[in-house]
């Protein structure tokens, strides 16, 4: 059974349209990552939410926004999104910090037109 | 600023023969952890095996094992008797103690398994 659920797999959104992830989780983890992979590359790291609070990374641009309105539920929301957004987006979760280890949904990949 | 390096972009290895990734790392923390990561093409991300920082007795699991070596900051994976599922690129990955929860992935290693 999924544990960390990704929809849709696949979004096509035209350039500067806002577009909305979404993430859920069934393990009641306390920590929502959101991470940029493009093609052939390592995933980068957004931000996160510890429980309610949101760490955001430095070089996240602006455009991208984050939402968790519960435990469960993690959006990004991309406002204006430009043809370098294209990318798959994972949503990760974990237990806890440290060592505990991430698990991975399958992804959205984003298009733009 | 941690840093994590995988200096094999591709790699090949005959069905049931061993391989080894390497990945090094750098940073000035003495408390994190290092995880490897399997993304299977098209597939979901998951996890291989972890190693905490403090812990000098590797890890192992099944027929995965790393050698770690803190002094050097080298963190390399070994995969015994190669199986075709483990075609997939791997992502040695950082994850501070210290530093806002902060995770740092390498570039990833894409392994092929050749029959």
């Known amino acids: 059974d999924a544990m960390v659920i990704q929809n849709p797999r696949y979004q096509v959104t035209q350039f500067g349209k806002p577009v909305t992830l979404s993430c859920s989780q069934t393990?009641?983890?306390?920590?929502m990552y959101w991470y940029q992979q493009k093609s052939s590359q390592a995933p980068k790291l957004l931000f996160h939410?510890?429980?309610?609070?949101?760490?955001n990374e430095a070089d996240t641009p602006d455009n991208f926004q984050s939402r968790r309105p519960n435990t469960s539920f993690c959006f990004l929301d991309i406002r204006s999104p430009g043809l370098g957004d294209a990318a798959m987006y994972l949503c990760?979760?974990?237990?806890?910090?440290?060592?505990?280890?991430?698990?991975f949904g399958d992804g959205t990949r984003l298009s733009i037109l | 600023a941690q840093t994590v390096t995988q200096s094999q972009p591709e790699m090949s290895v005959q069905e049931a023969e061993t391989v080894t990734l390497s990945c090094t790392y750098d940073?000035?923390?003495?408390?994190?952890?290092l995880f490897w990561y399997k993304q299977p093409p098209s597939r979901q991300m998951i996890l291989v095996i972890r190693?905490?920082?403090?812990?000098?007795q590797n890890a192992t699991e099944n027929r995965f094992s790393v050698n770690f070596q803190k002094a050097a900051k080298s963190f390399s994976l070994k995969i015994s008797d190669s199986q075709l599922g483990d075609a997939a690129m791997y992502f040695c990955?950082?994850?501070?103690?210290?530093?806002?929860?902060?995770?740092?992935f390498g570039k990833g290693t894409r392994l092929h398994i050749l029959p």
């Open positions: 990760a979760t974990s237990r806890d910090r440290g060592q505990k280890p991430q698990h």
């Open positions: 940073t000035s923390e003495s408390d994190y952890y």
């Open positions: 393990l009641n983890h306390n920590v």
């Open positions: 990955a950082y994850r501070s103690e210290e530093q806002d929860d902060k995770i740092i």
């Open positions: 190693q905490e920082a403090y812990k000098q």
């Open positions: 939410y510890y429980d309610k609070d949101f760490n």
